[in-house]
């Protein structure tokens, strides 16, 4: 997220059975086999002034991100954020093994693309 420490941003990825945004509990669908929800502690708002900082709504597309090509990737979208954390989802053709890198500043959602780990 811009403006987010990159060494002291803290994050959570996981599987869900279904994309919930925060504070309204919406569900905010995603196509694909499953659901990985990532959670960013850092706003996509200026906490100063409420104006957002990231272009997107709530159940959106996420701007600027083309999965055209992708084996794995099937949906991305911005659920929002809420008290300091932004959530999206990203469908995938199936809960298959992940990692999460932190590489120049940048959070990585490594998604394997059989069950035998291979990338």
Same mark, same amino acid.
């Given at each position: 997220?811009?403006?987010?420490?990159?060494?002291?941003?803290?994050?959570?990825?996981?599987?869900?059975?279904?994309?919930?945004?925060?504070?309204?509990?919406? &569900?905010?669908?995603?196509?694909?086999?499953?659901?990985?929800?990532?959670?960013?502690?850092?706003?996509?708002?200026?906490?100063?002034?409420?104006?957002?900082?990231?272009?997107?709504?709530?159940?959106?597309?996420?701007?600027?991100?083309?999965?055209? $090509?992708?084996?794995?990737?099937?949906?991305?979208?911005?659920?929002?954020?809420?008290?300091?954390?932004?959530?999206?989802?990203? $469908?995938?053709?199936?809960?298959?093994?992940?990692?999460?890198?932190?590489?120049?500043? &940048?959070?990585?959602?490594?998604?394997? &693309?059989?069950?035998?780990?291979?990338?």
């Amino acid at each position: 997220m811009p403006g987010a420490p990159a060494a002291d941003l803290g994050y959570s990825v996981r599987y869900v059975d279904r994309l919930l945004q925060d504070g309204s509990g919406r &569900h905010i669908p995603v196509a694909g086999g499953a659901v990985l929800e990532v959670r960013v502690a850092a706003p996509a708002y200026d906490p100063e002034t409420g104006e957002p900082t990231y272009p997107a709504r709530a159940g959106s597309l996420l701007p600027g991100v083309n999965l055209t $090509g992708y084996r794995t990737f099937r949906d991305a979208r911005y659920a929002g954020s809420f008290e300091g954390e932004t959530q999206i989802g990203l $469908g995938v053709r199936s809960r298959l093994p992940f990692r999460v890198l932190r590489l120049d500043g &940048h959070l990585v959602i490594d998604v394997a &693309h059989n069950w035998t780990g291979s990338r």
